[in-house]
């Protein structure tokens, strides 16, 4: 398996390599028709291979992956399975024959609701078939998993999503639980929890300093993209190499008759068009009076953003460069990614201490900062060599800084001083902080 992580050698002062929230310009367009919108064939594509950041991707209908010719000619052009994923064993695929601009001529019970798995030569192994439509498939950890629309009934009749799982692929589980499942080989997300792997077997929980990741993860060529779990942030997109440093993109609401649109994003609703990236979305207005007795009436848009794809492509690129902390088992997923200063790794202080499980008192006149840690107290000050340690002062090598309304710590100095070991390993660029 390749390997994920690049082995840096980072000098100097690296502040740039910190990332918030980064304003790129968006240009809009909305459009009261939906035909004049579908013009372009990106929002209502069927599975298709497409470029992205110079490398062909297929993109099937829950999936974003490397395009190879032999999978494509295969399951696409010969079995009618365009959602298929490798599991490391086999191909787990479902059958799609009936989707698409079709659809609509085609009732639920016409559908084909079969899953396969076929070996590395794309020999059929197994074949199950469902009474229901299957909506995805996923795979985790040894378990398939169905995603289908129609499971359930409520108790008014209507459909309820639900998923059907499976360990040999014959013996298969009503499972009623809340899952997201999203596998991307070293970085996956089960059951609403992050994981990522260094060396393609071992997983490690991420701790996510930003709690309004959403929990859709989907792929956008090589890197991972994620929306905002805020209702009121819709208009925001986060992508990341990692799935533990992201890039922000506030992609702004447009102005339309007074009002201001937001969009509700879908990450596969990404794709390039020559220089620029492209973002649909649709947006809805609601009109009521509440003087008269008339129900309330929806105005449906749609809007298509584009900026240049360049600089956030680079932007990306240069993420790669960052300095992975992990924290007994868990790596730190920080909002504001670590830097490099003479040598030194800084890292947010409020969130590393919080997940030690220690207190921390700001003070925000004098712009310093005080632990009050299970071994032992530290006192230190933004821009001061400086600290004190259980009433004695010490040195460190580089100060506190703040950055971009961070406070930003030594990681080192300040670990070892509350009790903790910290070991460097240099093939996965990683910090390891041990009790």
């Known amino acids: 398996m390749k390997k994920l992580f690049s082995i840096l050698l980072i000098l100097g002062v690296m502040y740039s390599n910190s990332f918030a929230c980064l304003a790129f310009d968006f240009a809009s367009e909305i459009f009261d028709d939906t035909n004049e919108f579908l013009k372009f064939p990106q929002l209502n594509r069927e599975s298709v291979y497409e470029e992205i950041n110079g490398k062909k991707f297929f993109v099937n209908y829950s999936h974003m992956t490397k395009y190879d010719e032999g999978e494509y000619d295969f399951f696409v052009t010969q079995e009618n399975c365009s959602d298929y994923i490798w599991t490391g064993e086999y191909y787990f695929a479902r059958s799609t024959a009936y989707e698409g601009p079709a659809l609509a001529d085609y009732k639920i019970s016409d559908w084909v609701n079969s899953i396969k798995l076929f070996d590395k030569d794309f020999n059929l192994v197994k074949e199950h078939q469902f009474e229901h439509r299957v909506y995805s498939v996923f795979y985790y950890n040894g378990t398939y998993y169905c995603n289908m629309p129609y499971l359930y009934k409520d108790e008014y009749g209507y459909p309820v999503a639900g998923y059907m799982t499976s360990a040999d692929f014959e013996s298969w589980q009503d499972f009623k639980?809340?899952?997201?499942?999203?596998?991307?080989?070293?970085?996956?997300?089960?059951?609403?929890?992050?994981?990522?792997?260094?060396?393609?077997?071992?997983?490690?929980?991420?701790?996510?300093?930003?709690?309004?990741?959403?929990?859709?993860?989907?792929?956008?060529?090589?890197?991972?993209?994620?929306?905002?779990?805020?209702?009121?942030?819709?208009?925001?997109?986060?992508?990341?190499?990692?799935?533990?440093?992201?890039?922000?993109?506030?992609?702004?609401?447009?102005?339309?008759?007074?009002?201001?649109?937001?969009?509700?994003?879908?990450?596969?609703?990404?794709?390039?068009?020559?220089?620029?990236?492209?973002?649909e979305t649709d947006a809805f207005i609601l009109h009521y009076d509440p003087e008269t007795n008339e129900s309330p009436k929806y105005e449906f848009k749609y809007i298509r953003f584009t900026t240049p794809k360049q600089p956030i492509y680079d932007k990306l690129e240069q993420m790669k460069n960052t300095v992975y902390v992990r924290l007994n088992d868990e790596i730190l997923g920080f909002e504001v990614a670590p830097v490099i200063e003479a040598g030194r790794t800084l890292v947010p202080m409020r969130f590393l201490f919080e997940q030690m499980g220690e207190e921390v008192l700001w003070?925000?006149?004098?712009?310093?900062?005080?632990?009050?840690?299970?071994?032992?107290?530290?006192?230190?000050?933004?821009?001061?060599t400086t600290a004190n340690v259980n009433g004695e002062d010490k040195t460190m090598d580089v100060p506190a800084r703040l950055i971009n309304d961070k406070t930003m710590v030594p990681l080192r100095f300040l670990s070892e001083a509350l009790g903790y070991n910290v070991e460097w390993d240099e093939e996965s660029n990683m910090a390891i902080i041990t009790q």
Not at 198 to 220: A, P
Not at 244 to 254: E, H, N, R
Not at 363 to 384: K, L, P, Y
């Open 177 to 279: 639980g809340e899952i997201e499942v999203s596998d991307f080989g070293v970085f996956r997300s089960y059951n609403l929890i992050d994981e990522v792997s260094f060396d393609g077997q071992n997983f490690y929980t991420i701790s996510n300093e930003n709690k309004n990741l959403g929990n859709r993860i989907q792929g956008f060529g090589e890197w991972i993209a994620r929306k905002d779990n805020e209702s009121s942030n819709d208009d925001v997109l986060y992508l990341s190499n990692d799935n533990i440093y992201f890039l922000k993109l506030q992609v702004p609401g447009v102005i339309y008759n007074d009002r201001n649109l937001k969009g509700s994003f879908d990450p596969m609703k990404m794709y390039e068009q020559n220089n620029e990236l492209v973002v």
């Open 363 to 384: 003070d925000g006149a004098a712009q310093s900062a005080t632990v009050i840690g299970r071994t032992g107290n530290i006192t230190f000050s933004i821009d001061n």
